[in-house]
């Protein structure tokens, strides 16, 4: 397994150390996180462990029960399962050695694709026994898990420091997450300059929204009137793609992470009476001008064949030119 001090606190993104009995993962201000069964615990609500139910066994049936759902879900679409996963991790360019967060990692239907890449898997989800189950799954697949890390925490609140991994991915819980876009930018925080992040959910694509086909899997199953955030993108992605899977019924995104705004040459001088620059039209307006002053400027402009910009920059550099001197040096 990955070493845990790999992880930093989900509430003050400072390392975290382990105790000396290797029970808990330790940080500031009194924050232990324990590990249960090995997998670090890195929630910051309920005392920092997932509420459970008092029957262990409860959990374990529902993470059964999505099992069977997920069975159930590709066999209804007519789909490959393993081969729809991976044309979903072709989205991600993973290079050997690559990194990796799988975030929302269920019972490691992903996870068990993911380890036969020669990368670091990070593997999470908000439950416990979720993760408990994926675990006995990736064991009776006898899997190498030498080079995986499960663990527990909020995708809100990330244990990992800014630009982590390489890549991070999510599959089929992105409609439950309280706030789309603050999800997304926690995500891509995680996430190195010019890595990529994939995510994706039930969503019908817009082509689908009014037919027969949309109403049948709305009824059974309300997620899928759900559309793709898009709006909740944050502003540093770059080479978005957004497409449709399983018949138009799942959209996944895609993204390279960017740093800031997209670029722009504010000072590109456009042509025309109006002129100017993306700069000048956006940094230099002036307020209270009376209309029929802006008028006149505009018909000087015009009868000198140039630009509202070139006409101003002549006249004010001309006014200066002949103000007069008040006789003191500057």
Avoid at 36 to 45: A, E, F, K, S, T
Avoid at 204 to 213: D, G, Q, T, V
Avoid at 217 to 242: K, M, T
Avoid at 298 to 322: F, H, M, P, Y
Wanted: a negative charge.
């Amino acid at each position: 397994m990955i070493p845990e001090l790999n992880f930093v606190s989900p509430l003050t993104r400072q390392p975290l150390t382990k105790t000396p009995d290797g029970s808990a993962l330790l940080g500031g201000s009194d924050e232990r996180y324990p590990l249960i069964d090995g997998i670090p615990q890195l929630l910051i609500r309920s005392g920092q462990v997932q509420a459970s139910s008092d029957s262990h066994a409860y959990y374990r049936e529902r993470a059964s029960e999505y099992d069977h759902g997920i069975e159930v879900m590709f066999a209804m679409f007519l789909a490959d399962e393993e081969q729809t996963r991976r044309d979903m991790f072709a989205q991600l360019e993973l290079r050997p050695d690559s990194r990796v967060l799988e975030i929302g990692c269920g019972t490691c239907r992903d996870t068990i694709h993911l380890l036969d890449m020669p990368i670091d898997v990070f593997a999470g989800d908000l439950s416990l026994e979720m993760v408990l189950t994926g675990r006995d799954r990736l064991l009776r697949a006898e899997k190498n898990t030498s080079r995986l890390q499960l663990f527990c925490a909020d995708v809100m609140h990330l244990p990992f420091a800014d630009g982590f991994f390489d890549a991070a991915y999510h599959f089929g819980g992105f409609n439950l997450f309280p706030d789309y876009k603050e999800a997304l930018a926690e995500i891509t925080r995680v996430v190195k300059p010019n890595g990529r992040v994939v995510v994706g959910d039930e969503g019908i694509a817009p082509w689908l929204a009014n037919s027969e086909f949309a109403r049948i899997l709305e009824n059974s199953n309300p997620l899928f009137r759900h559309r793709a955030p898009l709006d909740c993108i944050p502003v540093d992605a770059r080479q978005v793609g957004c497409r449709w899977i399983l018949g138009g019924s799942f959209y996944l995104i895609s993204f390279v992470k960017g740093q800031g705004e997209p670029p722009l040459n504010l000072d590109v001088t456009f042509p025309g009476r109006r002129g100017g620059s993306h700069r000048t039209r956006y940094f230099g307006k002036l307020e209270g001008v009376a209309p029929a002053l802006r008028d006149r400027v505009l018909d000087a402009a015009a009868a000198e064949g140039i630009s509202v910009v070139a006409w101003l920059e002549k006249t004010l550099g001309r006014a200066v030119q002949n103000a007069p001197s008040d006789g003191v040096d500057d």
